[in-house]
């Protein structure tokens, strides 16, 4: 699910949040909740509500009589059994089904755990922070949700909340190596979280004219505009000499990157980097991205001025440069699902599918990157000319995926591939023809429908004359 900020958000959602909240500065908890329940019902996309909506059904809760509770709990064990099931067909509809029960007894861990069950599959990982974080307020010794709730975080952006909690839990288990590696990696994240504006309410209102409107926006990441990246990089500029400071560094280097200035980037990222003194995967991508887009830049100019042999050279050298940071960082981060799998796509890429099928197996086990290594090990089957486990790792990929975008359509391509290598012609057209009507020219999925679907129709005339 794509989230949404209020400016992109129908106008009624802003205006009910407001009314909601002057509700709840006078104490009237029960009325907000009636304001925002339909409001995030209809619209799920929009973090700020869950976030809102939980404080005030908290609230509310404690004023609430024993059997106003109960009520609520009665109608969950309803409830809930649908809304799980109904997580498996339309995420989004569960999400919403989950609501009506939390808004009559928001201590209610049934729907909440149904709750991130369905906003997992509907990849809105502010649903299940706001589920899960409920738990954690209303039973603080319960330490089942905290590893849960910090993956969470770290997928919504919150960084530096999900460090809190993995230093919370290394506190409570200090011998576990295993909490301590993931407070490692979860240290590095939350030094790379972006200083930016709150997506909605009081911040976004500050804006006080155009260019910080502009500003706001591009670092809410809405726009990538040369001249606009050139604003913030002055008004960067301005904010260092005042204040020379890691997170203004920061955000002056990802201008930088929008501007095309990738030297300058480079060097910016390389200052934080010896600022911060850790290791921090992120920002080595970053540095890494910045580096690489330099030498294609000059590899780019050497074509243009017939420098063919340069050009090979400095676009080898480029290669080297990422397969080496990717190969590090992977080192250094073990448990990092996401470097791993970096690690995984660089080994596909160069051709050593037996070590990238060795990685995609093992963190397929993560379930945020499951889906992608999934696909994965669909190719690699492919390759090793294994029809059915392509079939089957691609299959099990598109079970989870509820939208046609493009991991979807990559998914459905791959399998076309696998099912013609098992021969399959019909079944291979049906993920085709799903494919063309996202995308019309998708690789090369028309010369593929070509080749087939006459073949098709003449083995079908031909059965016919046989009858």
């Known amino acids: 699910m794509e989230r949404k900020t209020f400016s992109k958000a129908k106008i009624y959602v802003r205006e009910s949040y407001n009314r909601a909240g002057k509700l709840a500065e006078k104490g009237d908890y029960a009325a907000a909740v009636e304001i925002l329940l339909p409001v995030i019902k209809a619209n799920p996309e929009v973090p700020q509500l869950f976030e ?56 209610n861990p049934l729907i909440l755990w149904t709750l991130v069950l369905a906003s997992n599959f509907a990849d809105a990982p502010w649903g299940t922070v706001s589920a899960l974080n409920t738990i954690r307020i209303l039973h603080p010794s319960n330490s089942v949700v905290l590893k849960p709730l910090a993956e969470a975080m770290q997928r919504n952006n919150q960084a530096g909340e999900a460090l809190r909690i993995h230093q919370k839990m290394v506190a409570a288990s200090p011998n576990d ?110 540095m890494e991205k910045a580096h690489c887009s330099s030498l294609e830049d000059q590899a780019q100019r050497a074509e243009s001025a017939g420098n063919s042999e340069q050009a090979a050279a400095l676009r080898a050298e480029a290669a080297q440069y990422r397969a080496d940071h990717i190969y590090n960082r992977a080192m250094k981060f073990p448990n990092d699902a996401q470097l791993q799998f970096d690690l995984g796509e660089l080994y596909f890429e160069i051709g050593e599918i037996e070590q990238a099928k060795e990685i995609f197996t093992k963190t397929s086990d993560f379930a945020q990157k499951r889906r992608a290594c999934m696909v994965y090990l669909g ?45 399959n012609t019909a079944e291979a057209v049906d993920c085709y023809t799903k494919v063309k009507a996202s995308m019309e020219n998708y690789r090369d999925v028309p010369q593929r429908l070509a080749q087939l679907v006459p073949a098709e129709s003449s083995d079908t005339t031909e059965a016919e004359q046989a009858q």
């Open 177 to 286: 190596i295993a909490a301590k590696e993931e407070m490692r990696s979860a240290m590095a994240l939350a030094t790379l979280e972006r200083g930016r504006w709150e997506e909605g309410g009081t911040t976004q209102d500050k804006a006080k004219d155009s260019g910080d409107a502009v500003i706001q926006q591009m670092l809410e990441g809405t726009i990538h505009d040369a001249a606009q990246a050139e604003m913030l990089i002055k008004k960067f500029n301005a904010d260092l000499a005042k204040n020379d400071s890691v997170d203004i560094r920061r955000k002056l280097a990802d201008a930088y990157m929008v501007a095309a200035r990738y030297e300058d980037a480079f060097r910016e990222y390389e200052t934080v980097a010896r600022k911060l003194g850790v290791d921090d995967p992120v920002l080595d991508k970053q």
């Open 379 to 423: 190719r690699c089957a492919i390759h090793f000319n294994d029809s059915a486990l392509a079939i089957d790792h691609l299959q099990s990929a598109i079970k989870e995926m509820y939208r046609m975008d493009k991991y979807k359509r990559e998914a459905l391509y791959y399998l076309g591939n696998a099912f013609e290598l098992a021969g």
């Open 52 to 107: 809102r909506i939980r404080e005030y059904e908290i609230a509310w809760h404690k004023k609430k009589s024993f059997f106003a509770k109960l009520g609520g709990l009665i109608v969950s064990l309803f409830i809930a059994p649908v809304a799980a099931v109904m997580a498996l067909i339309n995420p989004v509809t569960a999400m919403a089904m989950c609501e009506g029960p939390l808004a009559m007894c928001v201590d």
